[in-house]
C-alpha cells in the first residue's frame, strides 16, 4: 500500500460528460502529481502541484483541469469527455519536489468513456 | 515523441532465469533513473534507481547498468521469479523538471515455473 488513496476506482461515463478524480496524497507529502496510463501513449505526465501551486504541466488538454486543496488532496477534472479519454488515470504524492524521481502512486482511476 | 524508449515490449522467461529490459534516452539533461514495477490493478512502485555518475548499481536480484556514453540503461533480475511477474517501466527525470518523469512503455514481463 503506497499511502495514495484515489477514487473511484472506476468511473463509466457518456462522451461530451464531465467528471473529477479524486487523490488524496500520502500524509506528509506535499506534491501530487497526474498521469495518464493508455495503451496508446504509455504513462504520461498532466501536471504537478506543489503546496496548492501549480509547478508543472505536461501534456494535459484544454479540456482537463486540477488543483489542490489546503488539505493537499487534488482533483483531476476532465470535461467535455471523448472516447479517447478513456484511460487509466494515476496519482502520484512525494515529499518534496521529487527531484530524486520518488514518486509513491495510488492505484488509479479507470476512466471508460462510452 | 518517445523521450525514453524501451525494449522489449514483452518478455517469457524461465524461473532462474535472468530477465533482461533495455532502455534508450536522447536527452543529456536527464540525470535521474529509475525503474518502477507494475503488477495488475496496482500502481507503479519504485524498484531501483540510478544517477549517471555511477554505471551500475545492484539492491538485490535487481540490478541496473548505465552507459552515459550510449544514453542506455538496462535491468537485470538475475534468479527471476514467478513473483516478479509484472510490467517494468523504465524511466527518466532531468532536475530542472522536478517531479515529472519521462516513462518508457513497459515491459511485461512473464517468469514461467
Known amino acids: 500500500d503506497s499511502g495514495v488513496t484515489q477514487t473511484p476506482k472506476h468511473l463509466i461515463t457518456a462522451t461530451g460528460q464531465r467528471v473529477t478524480l479524486r487523490c488524496s496524497p500520502r500524509?506528509?507529502?506535499?506534491?501530487v502529481y497526474w498521469y495518464q496510463q493508455s495503451l496508446d501513449q504509455g504513462l504520461q505526465f498532466l501536471i504537478q502541484?506543489?503546496?496548492?501551486?501549480?509547478?508543472a504541466k505536461g501534456n494535459i488538454l484544454e479540456r482537463f483541469s486540477a488543483q489542490q486543496f489546503p488539505d493537499l488532496h487534488s482533483e483531476l477534472n476532465l470535461s467535455s469527455l471523448e472516447l479517447g479519454d478513456s484511460a487509466l488515470y494515476f496519482c502520484?504524492?512525494?515529499?518534496?519536489?521529487?527531484?530524486?524521481?520518488?514518486?509513491?502512486f495510488g492505484e488509479g482511476s479507470r476512466l471508460t468513456v462510452l | 515523441q518517445q523521450q525514453v524508449k524501451q525494449s522489449p515490449q514483452s518478455l517469457i522467461v524461465q524461473k532462474g532465469g535472468i530477465s533482461i529490459i533495455n532502455c534508450a534516452y536522447e536527452?543529456?539533461?536527464?540525470?535521474?533513473f529509475p525503474w518502477y514495477q507494475q503488477f495488475p490493478g496496482k500502481g507503479p512502485a519504485l524498484l531501483i534507481a540510478?544517477?549517471?555518475?555511477?554505471s551500475e548499481k545492484k539492491e538485490g536480484r535487481f540490478t541496473i547498468s548505465f552507459n552515459k556514453s550510449a544514453k542506455q540503461f538496462s535491468l537485470h533480475i538475475m534468479d527471476s521469479q514467478p513473483g516478479d511477474s509484472a510490467t517494468y517501466f523504465c524511466?527518466?527525470?532531468?532536475?530542472?523538471?522536478?517531479?515529472?518523469?519521462?516513462f518508457g512503455r513497459g515491459t511485461q514481463l512473464t517468469v514461467w515455473p
Open positions: 540510478i544517477r549517471p555518475d555511477v
Open positions: 502541484y506543489y503546496n496548492g501551486e501549480e509547478r
Open positions: 502520484a504524492s512525494s515529499v518534496g519536489t521529487a527531484n530524486t524521481g520518488e514518486l509513491f
Open positions: 536527452n543529456t539533461a536527464f540525470d535521474y
Open positions: 500524509s506528509g507529502d506535499l506534491s
Open positions: 524511466a527518466a527525470n532531468r532536475g530542472s523538471t522536478l517531479g515529472r518523469l519521462y
